[in-house]
Nanobody
């Protein structure tokens, strides 16, 4: 069973930076898109950023200009560089990879990011 493993979360002060990483335990055939989502306490899970197999990238408006997604579809690795973090960015961050060939969404277990002074 394929597993996605995230790392890089932690406690950071407002204005600080963190880099999240996610890797699949084995290659996922026909990966179409990889992305990061987040869920804050009392809120629904929301999209942070996606990177598609054609190189297209999209971001949530709330993180544009501060977060950068990167990754390698062929290697099933994805990263999220988060700069100028704000308390509202506090959430559990989840990695997701979708395979169109298998029709399966793969999710990581999440990594907690806390932005607080």
């Amino acid at each position: 069973q394929v597993q996605l493993v995230e790392s890089g979360g932690g406690l950071v002060q407002p204005g600080g930076s963190l880099r999240l990483s996610c890797a699949a335990s084995e290659r996922i055939r026909s990966t179409y898109v990889m992305g990061w989502y987040r869920q804050a306490p009392g809120h629904e899970r929301e999209l942070v950023a996606n990177i598609w197999n054609d190189g297209k990238i999209n971001y949530a408006d709330s993180v544009k200009g501060r977060f950068t997604i990167s990754g390698d579809i062929a290697k099933n690795t994805v990263y999220l560089q988060m700069n100028n973090l704000k308390p509202d960015d506090t959430a559990v961050y989840y990695c997701k990879m979708f395979s169109y060939g298998l029709g399966i969404d793969y999710w990581g277990k999440g990594t907690l990011v806390t932005v607080s002074s």
